[in-house]
């Protein structure tokens, strides 16, 4: 757009008269980033949390395991998520896949930016089932992680060294994602040891299990409530004999909770027992042995340990709050490493995985269309271990403050307000030295509600009617609501600024600031100047913006301060609502959301660029459209248009023109929109120029 100097001037000056602060406003993105998979190295199966910062706020992104495509049993997608803010964190398990690097990728969805990738080291392991066991039982292994289609060799420890342990089949091989699975009989000399079998294929992938050899005892289940009942299923005690149960308190304190159990011929027992009513635990819970010892000669014992929980509970913190508000949930006594849906009145708002003690801690945000009033919040494991908690919805909005940042001495000043429920406030205004300048109380009546929110009219405060004096102190100013006259309760706050009026000096020696004037849309229609300092904008309601005319490649804009000549090329006129209504001769009527104006019809320089029989593609200096020729004289051609007849230069179709005058007729339609940003100076005083 082109600005001639004394419209510069004349804009500084408005700037400066109603003390816009000269600013650059700009939209800062996080960067698509990824952060190393934590851990970064394990056998399949492992969890692991991939976090890092997303290109959005509030972005849906998805995490991919080796290749970015849906899932297909190898690699593809892994999960989806939202961002909270830009911060993003997916928890997943790593799938079956060989030894070896592999990629975690994280896409942003609601971005063009290309993916980020980080890696995770896929190492050998294996899990034995049971995991416990004596001489001659039949033992489960799965292999996973381990180089594909490779023979895999199995040992185990006899008490001195790892020897070659039997397999069924002999010899297993893995698959193509490096998995696999034999049976193995505990051999009569296996000893219990950290890692007493261990796994490893053709190229030294390995991978260890510990199995716990001899007399053992099973309880189920493993945690539990005081006085709840559980089950205690022993083997390889001495046959026929008696067995006891007892459980300890600490160290050598134990109380016996069943007597003389027989022990069958084979020396398995299996026996329920009520847990003791004992202290409650502290989280994680409390670990407390219960032994097995039968009455031989040489008595065999084997201890096993049972936790002593308490019932699930969540709590919520803040226990109340606004729609869009985050809340913490942290919960307790939950299952170990299992996955928690959190829900809010039925609706799962966030899901987060448990500790190995079974708690938690999420955050979720309040829905903005929760309805005000008591919610419940549940969180519910996939063991179906579950508790409640109530969320109250309290006003969600509640905002008074001046309606500027920024005023000069003998200034009118106003205050915006929205709230969800109209209230009684006391509004007060100090100046830089703490002295009130103004006070006034706004009572709950007062307030009129337009749509959902409340709001205080223009004419309810005197403050509507008080400029700021001439002398005001210079500096930063507070406005503040308190909830009444004793200013004990801060409803809302926040500072402005006075400063002083330009003089033509000022005006002068800042002129050279100015280096171009823009036009863009953001939202509403908006005028931008750039300047060395930043950016200075203004809608054009506030300058009294009005359509004047259109001469050759500019569209010419009155306004309170003088007349603007927009570039048409930088323009997007649907934002201005442009339109020709009609032609007549060469007086084109072009109408618009700021004014009606006509125009010669030789300033939209028609010129056909494209002829299909009698049917002529034409561009204008306001767009492109379609008619029907009725006539051609020479180089131009008579078009006739739904809201008139215009002529138009055919020099660059003149090879497709049919010199036969059969054809007639274009369909004007003007299409375009006017990029016009004008954003944040309002006018308060006309100046003229």
């Known amino acids: 757009m082109q600005i001639n100097k004394k419209i510069y001037t004349t804009l500084i000056i408005t700037v400066l008269t109603i003390s816009m602060v000269l600013m650059a406003l700009p939209i800062v993105f996080a960067a698509l980033a990824v952060n190393p998979a934590v851990p970064d190295t394990g056998a399949p199966g492992t969890f692991v949390t991939v976090t890092g910062t997303s290109e959005t706020v509030g972005g849906e992104l998805v995490l991919y395991w080796d290749q970015i495509h849906a899932w297909d049993g190898t690699s593809g997608e892994l999960g989806r998520i939202y961002a909270t803010g830009t911060a993003y964190s997916f928890k997943v398990f790593i799938p079956a896949a060989k030894a070896g690097l592999h990629y975690l990728t994280v896409d942003d969805l609601s971005s063009d930016v290309a993916p980020v990738t980080t890696t995770f080291t896929v190492e050998g392991g294996i899990v034995i089932d049971p995991k416990v066991g004596l ?226 801690s999420t955050t979720f945000t309040v829905p903005a269309d929760a309805t005000l009033g008591a919610h419940t919040v549940t969180a519910t494991d996939s063991k179906a271990v579950t508790a409640s908690k109530t969320f109250t919805v309290v006003v969600d909005v509640f905002m008074v403050a001046t309606r500027a940042t920024e005023y000069t001495r003998m200034d009118f000043m106003s205050i915006t307000s929205q709230a969800t429920a109209a209230t009684d406030v006391y509004l007060v205004i100090t100046d ?110 506030a300058l009294g913006a009005k359509l004047q005319g259109i001469e050759d490649v500019g569209v010419i804009i009155a306004t309170d301060v003088g007349e603007i000549k927009v570039d048409i090329a930088a323009l997007d006129l649907d934002a201005l609502g442009v339109e020709i209504t009609s032609i007549k001769g060469d007086v084109a009527t072009i109408k618009s959301n700021i004014g009606t104006v006509t125009t010669s019809v030789s300033t939209l320089d028609a010129t056909v660029t494209d002829l299909s029989g009698d049917v002529a593609t034409v561009s204008t200096t306001l767009g492109t459209l379609q008619g029907t020729v009725t006539s051609i004289d020479g180089k131009v051609a008579t078009i006739d248009t739904s809201v008139g007849t215009l002529q138009a230069d055919i020099s660059d179709v003149s090879g497709k023109v049919d010199t036969t005058p059969a054809w007639i007729a274009v369909v004007l339609s003007l299409v375009a929109a006017i990029a016009a940003i004008f954003a944040v100076i309002t006018i308060r005083q006309k100046i003229a120029g």
């Open 432 to 541: 830089p030295n703490g002295l009130a300048y103004y006070r006034e109380s706004v009572a709950s009546g007062q307030w009129v509600k337009v749509g959902a929110f409340w709001y205080i009219p223009y004419d309810t405060i005197d403050l509507t009617w008080w400029p700021l004096t001439a002398d005001a102190p210079l500096g930063t100013w507070n406005f503040t609501a308190y909830t009444s006259a004793a200013m004990t309760a801060i409803l809302d706050t926040n500072l402005f600024t006075v400063a002083a009026k330009p003089t033509q000096q000022d005006v002068l020696d800042r002129l050279d600031e100015i280096e171009d004037v823009i036009i863009t849309t953001e939202g509403d229609i908006i005028a931008v100047v750039n300047t060395k300092s930043g950016q200075i904008m203004t809608s054009l309601d």
């Open 135 to 360: 001489a001659g039982d039949v033992i489960e292994v799965t292999g996973k992680g381990f180089n594909p289609t490779e023979i895999i060799s199995m040992e185990y420890y006899d008490g001195t060294s790892m020897v070659a342990l039997t397999t069924a089949p002999i010899a297993p091989q893995t698959n193509a994602l490096g998995t696999f699975t034999c049976t193995f009989v505990v051999p009569v000399d296996a000893v219990t040891l950290a890692d007493n079998i261990a796994a490893e294929d053709v190229t030294g992938e390995t991978g260890t299990a510990t199995l716990t050899v001899g007399p053992y005892i099973v309880i189920t289940p493993k945690k539990g409530l005081a006085a709840a009942t559980v089950e205690i299923a022993g083997r390889g005690f001495t046959p026929n004999k008696l067995v006891d149960i007892r459980w300890y308190l600490t160290g050598t304190s134990y109380v016996t909770i069943l007597d003389n159990a027989p022990i069958s011929a084979t020396g398995d027992f299996t026996v329920t027992v009520t847990v003791p009513l004992l202290p409650d635990p502290v989280a994680p819970g409390s670990p407390y042995t219960i032994r097995a010892i039968d009455n031989a000669p040489t008595p065999i014992a084997a201890d096993a340990t049972f936790t002593l929980i308490q019932n699930a509970a969540i709590t919520l913190t803040p226990p109340a709050g606004k729609v869009s508000s985050t809340v913490t949930v942290a919960g307790t006594w939950f299952s170990a490493s299992k996955l928690v849906s959190v829900t809010l009145a039925g609706t799962e708002v966030a899901v987060v995985m448990t500790a190995g003690d079974g708690s938690f």
